[in-house]
């Protein structure tokens, strides 16, 4: 299925606000940021989950800019943001506490909600472009 012009755009728009929160934490992650070592050691997957996971998040960043790649961007950017919101939820809460005492205000978490729903209406405009189920669910 072929988007409309004002779907297209609104798909790009989607993608590059995706991409961009997703890119902007790859410095923290592959520079070892304290915030992000504190991070990942207090959910007991650093360094590996750290820099697992900005990879992972590297890989959606392209793969949403490709317009032939967009569901797997989608799918991956969802599958990523997924393990962090529910670390949010289970382990390091919604306002994260850093070593030295200072919080985020919920800044990551919300980012975090951000790129999920923006992965969700990402792969729901492009939903007949899933591989293998997308058109047999959708049609076309």
């Not at 997703?22 to 997957?45: C, D, N, R, W």
């Not at 790129?115 to 492009?126: E, K, N, T």
């Amino acid at each position: 299925m072929a988007l409309s012009k004002n779907l297209l755009v609104v798909s790009w728009a989607l993608r590059v606000i995706v991409a961009a929160i997703l890119f902007q934490t790859l410095y923290f992650k592959f520079t070892a940021a304290p915030e992000s070592v504190y991070i990942f050691s207090k959910l007991g997957m650093e360094p590996v989950g750290r820099i697992g996971s900005g990879v992972a998040e590297l890989i959606a960043v392209v793969l949403l800019m490709i317009p032939a790649c967009v569901p797997y961007g989608a799918i991956l950017a969802l599958g990523v943001i997924s393990g962090a919101i529910a670390s949010h939820l289970t382990k390091l809460g919604i306002v994260v506490i850093n070593s030295d005492g200072t919080a985020d205000g919920g800044l990551l978490f919300g980012l975090a909600l951000i790129v999920f729903f923006g992965s969700l209406a990402v792969l729901w405009l492009h939903r007949t472009e899933i591989p293998v189920v997308g058109h047999r669910l959708w049609g076309r």
